[in-house]
């Protein structure tokens, strides 16, 4: 919920909740004074009826009141002179003053009073009591309730001036590149909002300095270690071909494949420094799934027949929007990975996957499989199962599945890892907005 929404929603509960009170604080208040009137009223009619000048008759004189708004009885020496007709057939005895009781059927408010031989007891119901404190109480609060509306429109309207800033914050933030940490450069009146932007402002200097400490280092180092390594490799090359003693072809055979995996991992290092989505979106086209596994097959077919293992390209192809050479990363870096850890003679499943969400491409292979904790570290750079002691006794630099990752955020991609059926494991990379051949 927002919170132009909740503070509109807690200004109107809380107005609602304070009409509430004055309702009912109103209502008691209302009750109190009226009260307080009608036994004045009441005084005022029995003093009258006292000072009527009625005679002693054998029949009393019955006044009809059909309304039963206020009855009354006039007594003298014990005898009805006179008497509302619902009354008159009843002997009413009440001490003197104010009194509640049950009169003809219904709750009243008597009052009695005497004077010398005469004694007047007029009665008024309680029910009209409570409807004229109910009249004043809802003449008095009802505007108010009409009000409730409109006053919800204004509580709106200017909660949503007084958030406007931080709106326009919001919004500017969620329309900026993800590698955009220019400082936000407008002026501010809002005290709560200025130390938020010079917050705001300060930490994307600091990420844009880690971020661009962070792009280059790594690429620039590796850059600068490529023509050393290519040096060494000449000359370790030349003295193989010179050197006639078995140990010392031996050593230098071992010198080269550390030279090999140190160019790897530099070569690794490079390509991670370039995948950048901004980068890549501005190029991409058609691209063949099926065509480009099948390249990464081939080139790497030479590994998979030194290990004598099977593999098999299963499905139909798609097409994805996308860039080659970061297909082909992808494609080339999960492959290498199954072969590297397939045992010899061991199998290895590539299929083109349709499925609800959208297509998928998976590969399984029959090596050892990953426990829980190793498939939340695997997209770690330099993060190696099992390190240099793996079974497999593969050597590599631990960069394959962060190069994996940063592709598949290029594409919006997701990718899933499970046990494979053939016991090792099952990578599955799913895109969307993609089509059938």
Partial sequence: MSIRKRLTLILLSMMVLTCFLALVKGYQKSMHHGESLLDDELKIVAGVLIEQPLALSTDAVQVSNNSAQLLYQIWQNNNLLSGSSSLTNNQISFS??????????????????????????????????????????????????WAVPLLAIFISFFVKYALAPLTRLSKQLASRQANDFTPINWQVTDEEIKPVINRLNVLFKRVETAYLRERFFASDAAHELRTPLSSLKINVHNLANKQSNLQDHQELQAMSQGINRLSNIVEQMLILGRTQPEQWQRQFSEQSLLTITQQVVSEQYDKIDEKNQTISLEGDDFIINGDEFTLTTLIANLLSNAIKYAPNNGQIIIKLVSSNNGFSWQIDDSGAGMTEEQKERIFNRFYRVGGDQHPSGEQGAGLGMAIVQHIIAIYGATIHLANSPLGGLTVKVTFTGVKSD
């Fill in 96 to 145: 003197e003053g104010f009194q509640t009781a049950n009169v003809a059927g219904q709750r009243m408010r008597v009052f009695v009073m005497s004077k010398n031989t005469r004694k007047i007891i007029v009665a008024e119901p309680m029910a009209k009591r409570f409807e004229l404190a109910e009249a004043v109480i809802l003449s008095a609060m009802l505007p108010m309730l």
